[in-house]
């Protein structure tokens, strides 16, 4: 792997960050200075130190997206642009994928990672992380509509919803609503199935022990912090 490419995938400099820092000798390999930052590297071996500090380089990455509108959640498409082109190459790592799904026109928080097995243990039906949604609807959602929506209720397929919560705020046509599922359409369809209601606005505000950064604006990434890596790799187990 480049240096470049092994900085930045590690959070600690931008691919022209880099340069520079190559530049003025700031990186070591192996302690001596590497003046060029596209020095090919054995990230398993060899010691690279960023002023004076002990690059480490991790086995996954963990990354926090905050979805904006008209990107789809999947590696590639043929007609959308992927949430994947929001993250730099520089940044991106071969098999990283978002972590669940959310419709094009969904907002929020988005996992992206390469660690396949933590997905999958994440996204597994019996243990399903809990996610919360911020939402707003066309209509009222009434006392019943809301048990309903909170007790579970049958989909125009036939699917029978787990236990949900819904709050609502006081114009009773946006709440939070959190499930600890995840079928295609999950909550729009939910909605359609108490009077015909209709989700106008969706953003995830939650994922498991993850909450989106409001530091984030829409479409801007950050790295999880290790508090968080280890909040989520716990929320496997
Ligand atoms: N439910 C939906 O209907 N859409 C999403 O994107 C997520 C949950």
Same mark, same amino acid.
């Given at each position: 792997?480049?240096?470049?490419?092994?900085?930045?995938?590690?959070?600690?400099?931008?691919?022209?960050?880099?340069?520079?820092?190559?530049?003025?000798?700031?990186?070591?390999?192996?302690?001596?200075?590497?003046?060029?930052?596209?020095?090919?590297?054995?990230?398993?071996?060899?010691?690279?130190?960023?002023?004076?500090?002990?690059?480490?380089?991790?086995?996954?990455?963990?990354?926090?997206?905050?979805?904006?509108?008209?990107?789809?959640?999947?590696?590639?498409?043929?007609?959308?642009?992927?949430?994947?082109?929001?993250?730099?190459?520089?940044?991106?790592?071969?098999?990283?994928?978002?972590?669940? *799904?959310?419709?094009?026109?969904? +907002?929020? &928080?988005?996992?992206?990672?390469?660690? =396949? /097995?933590?997905?999958?243990?994440?996204? @597994?039906?019996?243990?399903?992380?809990?996610?919360?949604?911020?939402f707003g609807c066309r209509d009222e959602v009434s006392?019943d509509d809301r048990?309903a929506l909170?007790?579970?209720l049958?989909l125009?397929?036939?699917?029978?919803?787990?236990?949900?919560?819904v709050?609502l705020?006081?114009?009773r046509k946006s709440g939070?609503i959190?499930?600890?599922?995840?079928?295609?359409?999950?909550i729009k369809r939910m909605f359609g199935a108490v009077n015909d209601n209709r989700i106008i606005f969706l953003? *995830?505000?939650?994922?498991?022990? +993850?909450? &989106?950064?409001?530091?984030?604006?829409? =479409? /801007?990434?950050?790295?999880?912090?290790? @508090?968080?890596?280890?909040?989520?790799?716990?929320?496997?187990?």
């Open positions: 792997m480049r240096i470049d490419k092994l900085l930045s995938v590690c959070g600690v400099a931008t691919r022209s960050e880099s340069a520079k820092a190559a530049k003025a000798g700031r990186i070591t390999v192996n302690g001596v200075a590497e003046r060029s930052p596209a020095r090919q590297i054995d990230e398993t071996k060899d010691v690279v130190c960023f002023d004076g500090v002990r690059v480490m380089y991790s086995k996954h990455i963990y990354i926090m997206l905050n979805k904006p509108e008209g990107y789809v959640s999947a590696t590639e498409d043929g007609r959308d642009p992927t949430v994947l082109e929001l993250i730099p190459e520089e940044a991106r790592r071969a098999g990283m994928f978002p972590c669940g *799904r959310l419709d094009k026109n969904t +907002l929020g &928080l988005m996992l992206l990672t390469d660690d =396949g /097995e933590l997905a999958h243990r994440l996204l @597994a039906p019996k243990r399903h992380v809990e996610k919360k949604y911020r006392e048990q909170e007790n579970g049958r125009a397929d036939g699917y029978v919803t787990k236990p949900a919560t709050e705020f006081d114009d939070i959190t499930l600890h599922e995840g079928k295609y359409h999950q953003e *995830r505000i939650t994922f498991g022990p +993850l909450t &989106l950064d409001d530091k984030l604006a829409r =479409g /801007e990434w950050r790295y999880l912090d290790d @508090a968080e890596v280890d909040a989520l790799t716990e929320a496997g187990k």
